[in-house]
Nanobody, 123 residues
């Protein structure tokens, strides 16, 4: 059973915007904080944004703060990542996951990873 499906990536010029979506199974999504991660070629996967179950607590990695906005729609089991002022260094495969635990922007993923969505920012 597919638990996480990311979409919305693409090719965009520097300074542009994209909105990513992640639809999760209810069992994966309900009651858990959700995080967005990214993995660039040759680099480890990193957490970039986390939102609590009710949305009252949000944290961002310093590298995306002020440019990315995480949000969620619990009725749709969906978490979003609005990305603006994109930079070439934002190029990566973006993933979402439910968080088994969180410390600020750090999210311990608790579900198998989805296929991710590729974001490519050209200079």
């Amino acid at each position: 059973q597919v638990q996480l499906v990311e979409s919305g990536g693409g090719l965009v010029q520097a300074g542009g915007s994209l909105r990513l979506s992640c639809v999760a199974s209810e069992r994966t999504f309900s009651g858990y904080a959700m995080g967005w991660f990214r993995q660039a070629p040759g680099k480890e996967r990193e957490s970039v944004a986390v939102v609590s179950w009710r949305g009252e607590e949000i944290d961002y990695a310093d590298s995306v703060k002020g440019r990315f906005t995480i949000s969620r729609d619990n009725a749709k089991n969906t978490v979003y990542l609005q990305m603006s002022s994109l930079k070439p260094e934002d190029t990566a495969v973006y993933y979402c996951n439910a968080c088994g635990a969180t410390i600020q922007v750090m999210c311990r993923p608790r579900s198998p990873w989805g296929q991710g969505t590729q974001v490519t920012v050209s200079s």
